[in-house]
């Protein structure tokens, strides 16, 4: 792995390499990379997977297999722009199947605990319209939303 730029480290449990090959199914411009294994004297089994490098959308990440002792939380999310409304019912789809969690305005969980923030094109134009009124017509709109309906979100900013 290079030295210079930014890799995000997911800490799994005991997932990091079912997670990776999820992620990696899920985004284009993607791909499993090195994959690490615990050696004898570890805080985990001898030969189990401690690392899995991978790509995700162009993405650097690491999945570590670290123990119980830590689990996502919506302090930090992860954001995917979709060109249209397709991706954003791909996106929630792949991202909620399996046990992940829809959440308000956009927000979801995944299965892993992962969490996601599924935008699409536009949405930030239209609630921070310099017009307060449509501002304030498209993020009731948003806000009124799990999975975000970006042709509703653009009638409410029209006041339709």
């Known amino acids: 792995m290079a030295t210079d730029g930014f890799t995000t480290c997911l800490w799994f449990e005991d997932q990091a390499e079912e997670a990776a090959h999820h992620y990696v199914s899920i985004f284009k411009n993607s791909r499993i990379g090195r994959l690490a294994r615990y050696g004898e004297g570890a805080l985990r089994p001898a030969g189990s997977v401690m690392t899995v490098e991978f790509t995700a959308n162009g993405q650097k990440f690491v999945a570590l297999n670290g123990g119980p002792q830590f689990k996502f939380n919506e302090a930090v ?3 995917i722009f979709c060109a249209d409304q397709q991706e954003v019912d791909h996106y929630w789809a792949r991202l909620t199947e399996g046990g992940g969690e829809p959440g308000p305005c956009g927000w979801l969980k995944d299965k892993y605990g992962v ?3 599924v935008v699409p094109e536009g949405l930030v134009e239209l609630v921070t ?3 307060p009124e449509k501002a304030a017509r498209a993020t009731r709109a948003m806000m009124s939303m799990g999975k975000l309906d970006i042709a509703a979100v653009r009638e409410a ?3 339709e």
């Open 77 to 79: 999310s992860f954001q």
């Open 115 to 117: 969490s996601w923030q």
């Open 129 to 131: 319209d310099p017009d």
């Open 157 to 159: 900013h029209a006041g």
